[in-house]
């Protein structure tokens, strides 16, 4: 894991973290965890999943394999089989590295565990087509270009809502909200992290109809991305 060994350190030495709530947990709040997977390779490259475009909440938007936790696992446990079930990974074919602070997320009532992996054994994905419309693998290399980062900016209810966002070339999808948030802080720690231009804005429309093709995919489908 020579690429790895930067990020191993960091979150051994709790460097990494912590992302910062976006709210107090309440006593009912749901357990849940996202699954940070990354290859180990001379340009690693990060797992993410496009959620499919016919789901209640944040249809069409990139974000990490998880969800919420299913009586008695761990969170380590619930990531691994959330990736599973989303993407076909094995949990055998992935290290866990460690996991970050824990992050409530008001929207959903989860509080959320991110874990971080590194895939020893990549290989085609499966997405399941229910909750997964794609999977994908992005070049750590390309998201700290610094042409690839922007600040998201949400106009929601008369509050303008702004973090870290990422676009890797024009016909990419935006990875932005808790996900930008969290890719940012994994760079950041890792020191992948390249000086950018906090000024660069790019608005985000979350109301917008996804585009045929691009998500709501009705039956598994395998991917080499």
């Keep these: ?3 790895l060994s930067g ?3 960091a979150l051994r030495d709790g460097v990494v973290g912590p992302l910062g709530q976006f709210g107090r947990a309440p006593d009912d709040a749901r357990p849940a965890a996202v699954l940070i997977l990354l290859t180990d390779e001379p340009d690693p490259a990060v797992l993410f999943t496009e959620r499919a475009g016919g789901l209640r909440a944040h249809a069409g938007q990139i974000s990490f ?18 990736a599973r079930e ?7 074919s992935v290290e866990i590295l460690g996991s970050l602070p824990e992050i409530m997320l008001p929207a959903s009532g989860n509080l959320v565990t991110p874990v ?6 990549p290989g085609a994905l499966l997405v ?3 909750e997964t419309a794609d999977a994908m693998r992005v070049a750590v290399a390309a998201l700290i270009d610094p042409a690839s980062r922007w600040t998201s900016v949400l106009r929601r209810n008369g509050s303008v809502h702004r973090g870290p966002a990422f676009r890797t070339s024009t016909s990419a999808p935006v990875i932005w909200g808790f996900t930008g948030r969290l890719l940012a802080t994994v760079l950041d720690g890792a020191g992948w992290a390249q000086p950018w ?9 979350d109301r917008a109809p996804r585009v045929p093709g691009t998500g709501g995919t009705t039956g598994p489908r395998r991917t080499d991305q």
């Design 1 to 3: 894991m020579s690429q």
């Design 7 to 9: 990020l191993t350190a």
């Design 128 to 130: 399941d087509g229910v």
């Design 65 to 82: 394999p998880g969800g919420g936790a299913e009586t008695g696992e761990t969170p380590v446990a619930t990531a691994l089989r959330e």
């Design 116 to 121: 971080l992996g590194w895939w020893s054994r």
């Design 197 to 205: 231009d906090e000024t660069r804005e790019i608005t985000i429309d």
């Design 86 to 92: 989303e993407t076909g990974i094995a949990p055998q």
